[in-house]
């Protein structure tokens, strides 16, 4: 749902910060890469869909790979609408969010989002046997901690 991109963001970008602040980093080249690292990561962990471990039969418009390929990537403002695309193994929405984060440029934010409206109950409510943990909130939770580790030794 739209409120995953806020949380991803907003979950690292003050660690970001003391960390650029105590290595002396290029944020933009920090920001870029932890982007592309943490939103890969994302996209993979994202279930494409098989239907033969769901306990009810998928809808009629069903495409397998349609979570997958709908986490969007954008400057500054939050995509809007929905991709009628299907990407099972992800490499489209990898391609399509390392473009547009190459763009970032250090100024505003990068947001990362997905309109699909069963995004959220796949990534809270355990819809998915391949994502029972989600796919956003366990990836920002493992980069939390290398992000504390990472900015805990360069301060020692």
């Known amino acids: 749902s739209r409120h995953l991109a806020r949380m991803c963001i907003m979950s690292f970008t ?3 910060k003391e960390y650029v602040d105590k290595t002396g980093e290029d944020i933009v080249e920090v920001v870029q890469q932890t982007c592309i690292e943490v939103f890969t990561k994302i ?3 994202t279930p494409a869909g098989k239907p033969e471990l769901w306990k ?4 009629a418009d069903y495409k397998a790979g349609a979570l997958r390929a709908n986490w969007q990537t954008s400057l500054n403002q939050q995509a ?3 991709l009628s695309k299907k990407d099972k193994s992800g490499k489209q929405a990898i391609s399509r969010m390392k473009a547009m984060v190459s763009k970032y440029d250090g100024l505003g934010s990068v947001v990362f989002v997905n309109n699909l409206s069963y995004a959220s109950r796949i990534e809270y409510l355990g819809h998915s046997t391949q994502a029972p943990t989600g796919m956003v909130r366990v990836n920002v ?3 939390q901690q290398a992000m504390d580790q990472a900015v805990k030794k360069v301060s020692t």
């Open 14 to 16: 003050l660690d970001l």
């Open 43 to 45: 996209i993979i962990d």
């Open 56 to 59: 009810n039969k998928p809808p």
């Open 80 to 82: 809007s609408g929905i």
């Open 141 to 143: 939770a493992a980069f």
